[in-house]
């Protein structure tokens, strides 16, 4: 069967989790993000890991792996949202090789945010530990002051969105991202959105793209 495969990419904080969570409710295709992969997995074997909280990446292999255990789920059989993978060139070919299948229809798309933006976007970032709920302080802030409003657990800030891992994160992103960017563009796979507008704007121009290219539905036709 035909997939639709979206690759949603972005520094931290550029809203890629937000855009795909979206698209993923429009579409009716599972998001998957790896950064939550990864933290559900520390989370069931009662493990944190050193190099994801100090902004650093985690093993190909156990990546690669927990990808491949959820895209083998039935949600995902028709296509899916990836929200933070491939993240190196070493991901990029395992995942052309070995998951993409010839008749997949495919799309990345970069949400481009300027380093200053990044840097006031996560000081403000949020998110519930016990259901995973994300907030902002200014942008999408919670009901009740520092409370998730579906479950009211305390909600915390990421370890890896303090001011000095985001600085590395974001040198991490500039380096490994640009070789996947050309080899998207190369293979014509490649969009590039404002991610500097609002929420709703970056929707629609993220939706207009896709349709101009055929790969999902015109809007009237989108239940
Ligand atoms: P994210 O939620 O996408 O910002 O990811 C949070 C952290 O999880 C990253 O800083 C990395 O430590 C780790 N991570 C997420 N996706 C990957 C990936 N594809 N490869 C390696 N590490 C990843």
Redo the contacts with the bound molecule.
């Keep these: 069967m035909a997939r639709l495969v979206l690759f949603f990419f972005g520094p ?1 904080g550029s809203g890629k989790g937000t855009q795909s969570a979206n698209l993923s409710q429009q579409l009716g295709l599972p998001a998957i ?4 992969l ?1 933290r559900q997995h520390y989370q069931s074997i009662g493990e944190h890991n050193a ?2 909280n100090e ?4 093993s ?1 292999d156990l ?1 690669n792996k927990l990808l491949v255990e959820r895209l083998n789920q039935p949600d995902a059989q028709s296509g899916f949202i990836l ?5 190196n060139k070493t ?1 990029f070919d395992y995942f052309y090789n070995n998951i993409i299948n010839p008749d997949d229809k495919i799309c990345a798309i970069e949400i481009s945010v300027s380093d200053q933006e990044v840097q006031h976007r996560i000081a403000g970032r949020r998110f519930c530990p016990k259901c995973g709920a994300g907030y902002h302080l200014t942008y999408k802030p919670s009901l009740q002051a520092d409370r998730c409003d579906d479950c009211q657990t305390r909600l915390e800030q990421r370890p ?1 969105d303090s001011p000095e891992t985001i600085q590395e ?1 974001l040198a991490l992103y500039r380096r490994t991202m640009g070789p996947l960017v050309v080899s998207w563009w190369q293979l014509g796979e490649l969009i590039i959105i404002n991610g500097e507008k609002n929420i709703d704007s970056v929707y629609h121009d993220i939706l207009s793209v896709l349709q101009e290219r055929g790969l999902v539905p015109p809007k009237s036709e989108i239940v």
Excluded: H, K
């Design positions: 931290p993000s790896t950064g939550n990864l190099a994801m902004g650093q990446l985690v190909d990546i929200d933070g993978y491939p993240r991901q890896d994160r």
